[in-house]
C-alpha cells in the first residue's frame, strides 16, 4: 500500500511540535506534461530543426496557415460584398422609406421663376386694374408655384362698397373647392361674429386673404409666395376703401402690419395701414377655425369687435 502523503498544512503543525522530519513520504512535484502537437505546430518545429542544422533562422509557416484557415471559412460564415449588393437591390423598399409626394408632406411648392422685368410688369397691370380686371389677374397668375396646385383662385367676395374690409390667411380646402372665402364651419362662425355687432357680408364687409390660392396641406405661406399675392390685397384695399380693415389669424396680421409679434401682443389697440395716402383703422382678431378649437377665446374675440366697432 502506497505511504500517505504529508500535505503542507500538517508539515506546519509537525513543525510547531518539533518534528521536522516525518515518517510520510514527501509528495512529489507536479510536472506538466507537454501538450501534445496540434497539426498546425508541427511544421513548425520540423523547420525549427532544418533551421538549425543549417544555421539560418527558421521561418514559421504557422502565421499564413490561420489566416488562409479563415479565409477559407469565410464564406461560410458571411456574403461577399458583391453578393450582399445584390441581394440588397433585389430586397423591395419597404412602404414607410419611400419619399412622400410633396403635395402630402406638406413641403414647399417651388415657386416658379419670375424675372425681375415680368415682376416689374406685373407690378404695374396690379396698380392700374379695376376690381374686374384684377380678379381676372388673380385667377390666372402663376407668379409662384401655388398655382400648380389651385382648384380655384380665391378673389375675394362681399360687398361693392363696403365698411369693412375682413382679411384672413389663405384659402383652406373647402375655399379651394368652392373659390370663395370663409365657408363651411368657419365661415359660419364668423358670419355669426360680424351679425354681432350688425354687419352682414353680402351688406357691408368684403372678405379676402392674404395669400389667393390654396398652399398645399394648409401650410403657411413662404415669404416668396407672400411677396407674390401680397401686391393683390393692397390693391384690393386701394380699390374698396373700406373704413376699417378685422385681420384675422396671426399669420395675416404679420403679413399686413409688417410685423413678428405674436397676436397677443397686436390685439386689443388699433393699427393702421396706409393705402393711396389714407391711414385705415387695423384691428387684429383670432381667426374663427381657431376659435372653433378654443372656444375659450371667444370672449375676447368679442372685444376685439367692439373696439373695431367703436374704431
Known amino acids: 500500500m502506497a505511504a500517505p502523503r504529508v500535505n503542507p498544512l500538517q508539515r506546519l503543525w509537525l513543525r510547531e511540535i518539533g518534528i521536522e522530519k516525518t515518517w510520510l513520504r514527501e509528495p512529489k512535484p507536479q510536472v506538466a506534461e507537454p501538450a501534445p502537437l496540434v497539426p498546425a505546430q508541427e511544421p513548425a518545429r520540423?523547420?525549427?530543426r532544418e533551421a538549425a542544422a543549417v544555421g539560418r533562422p527558421a521561418q514559421s509557416p504557422a502565421a499564413p496557415a490561420a489566416p488562409a484557415r479563415s479565409a477559407a471559412a469565410a464564406p461560410s460564415r458571411a456574403p461577399t460584398a458583391e453578393a450582399g449588393a445584390a441581394a440588397a437591390a433585389a430586397r423591395p423598399t419597404p412602404p414607410a422609406a419611400r419619399p412622400a409626394p410633396a403635395a402630402a408632406r406638406g413641403a414647399a411648392t417651388?415657386?416658379?421663376q419670375e424675372s425681375a422685368e415680368d415682376r416689374q410688369a406685373r407690378l404695374r397691370r396690379i396698380e392700374a386694374a379695376d376690381v374686374e380686371t384684377l380678379h381676372g389677374m388673380v385667377s390666372g397668375c402663376t407668379a409662384c408655384g401655388l398655382c400648380q396646385g389651385r382648384r380655384h383662385a380665391v378673389f375675394g367676395m362681399?360687398?361693392?362698397?363696403p365698411r369693412w374690409m375682413v382679411v384672413g390667411e389663405a384659402p383652406g380646402e373647402q375655399e379651394d373647392r368652392q373659390g370663395l372665402p370663409f365657408v363651411g364651419r368657419s365661415g359660419q362662425l364668423l358670419d355669426a361674429m360680424l351679425a354681432s355687432v350688425g354687419m352682414s357680408r353680402e351688406r357691408d364687409v368684403f372678405i379676402a386673404n392674404v395669400i389667393k390660392c390654396r398652399p398645399p396641406g394648409n401650410r403657411n405661406p413662404t415669404p416668396e409666395e407672400v411677396a407674390a399675392c401680397a401686391p393683390?390685397?393692397?390693391?384690393q384695399i386701394a380699390l374698396f376703401k373700406p373704413e376699417r380693415i378685422l385681420v384675422l389669424g396671426r399669420f395675416a396680421a404679420q403679413t399686413l402690419l409688417g410685423t413678428d409679434a405674436t397676436i397677443g401682443n397686436l390685439r386689443g389697440r388699433v393699427h393702421h395701414v396706409e393705402s393711396e395716402g389714407r391711414q385705415i383703422p387695423v384691428v387684429v382678431?383670432?381667426?374663427?377655425a381657431y376659435l372653433l378649437r378654443s372656444p375659450i377665446e371667444k370672449a375676447r374675440s368679442w372685444q376685439d369687435l367692439r373696439l373695431a366697432a367703436r374704431g
Not at 285 to 288: A, D, E, I, N, R
Request: aromatic share 12%; hydrophobic share 50%.
Open 285 to 288: 382678431s383670432y381667426h374663427p
Open 46 to 48: 520540423v523547420a525549427a
Open 158 to 161: 362681399g360687398a361693392a362698397n
Open 110 to 112: 417651388p415657386v416658379a
Open 232 to 235: 393683390y390685397l393692397m390693391r
